[in-house]
T-cell receptor, first 113, second 114 residues
Framework: DAGVIQSPRHEVTEMGQEVTLRCKPISGHDYLFWYRQTMMRGLELLIYFNNNVPIDDSGMPEDRFSAKMPNASFSTLKIQPSEPRDSAVYFC???????????FGPGTRLTVL | QQQVKQSPQSLIVQKGGISIINCAYENTAFDYFPWYQQFPGKGPALLIAIRPDVSEKKEGRFTISFNKSAKQFSLHIMDSQPGDSATYFCAASMRDTGRRALTFGSGTRLQVQP
């Protein structure tokens, strides 16, 4: 298996633009997580899904952030409009029902100018 | 109550030495405690994990010690090697009560000098 796939790996955009991050979980995994990593706040959960249904979105910063999982093999995290404080590395992770381990993707480094 | 506190922030160890990283938590509902290793430019990867019904777990050179009454757990890296130089995160989750998301500590940057 190729592991969790994220795209793009790097994104540079200007303040006010829409940004869409994409994730393909490991095939057969039932859980999908979006985390954000910054120097100030460390690694923090944004939202997670179970069987394509959002379970906990308490970490989503504000209405500018939205996440969808239209099917078991694809999820998006959208920021509209983007702001400089959204600059971070965004990780997607997946795990299998009945197992604890979360497998992380390589991350998307987002820079908002 | 969701916080996991980790120390030290950074650690320098000589090759062959023992690296020790500590974490403490408040929420007694946490029931799964993993350690993740992260190299620059990569995503975190699971290193070793423990459940609260055991006090110690060892895998190769890596050992987790768990003190349920003190709500503390630690990672010990024996015979530390330069290849162990990375950032280490402790974490906790409430798997059995349904909240699978991980709450991470702030991370420890380990440097093993040759």
């Amino acid at each position: 298996d190729a592991g969790v796939i994220q795209s793009p790996r790097h994104e540079v955009t200007e303040m006010g633009q829409e940004v869409t991050l994409r994730c393909k979980p490991i095939s057969g995994h039932d859980y999908l997580f979006w985390y954000r990593q910054t120097m100030m706040r460390g690694l923090e959960l944004l939202i997670y899904f179970n069987n394509n249904v959002p379970i906990d979105d308490s970490g989503m910063p504000e209405d500018r952030f939205s996440a969808k999982m239209p099917n078991a093999s694809f999820s998006t995290l959208k920021i509209q409009p983007s702001e400089p404080r959204d600059s971070a590395v965004y990780f997607c992770a997946s795990s299998e029902q009945g197992y604890n381990e979360q497998f992380f993707g390589p991350g998307t480094r987002l820079t908002v100018l | 109550q969701q916080q996991v506190k980790q120390s030290p922030q950074s650690l320098i160890v000589q090759k062959g030495g023992i690296s020790i990283i500590n974490c403490a938590y408040e929420n007694t509902a946490f029931d799964y405690f993993p350690w993740y290793q992260q190299f620059p430019g990569k995503g975190p990867a699971l290193l070793i994990a423990i459940r609260p019904d055991v006090s110690e777990k060892k895998e190769g050179r890596f050992t987790i010690s768990f003190n349920k009454s003190a709500k503390q757990f630690s990672l010990h890296i024996m015979d530390s090697q330069p290849g162990d130089s990375a950032t280490y995160f402790c974490a906790a989750s409430m798997r059995d009560t349904g909240r699978r998301a991980l709450t991470f500590g702030s991370g420890t940057r380990l440097q093993v000098q040759p």
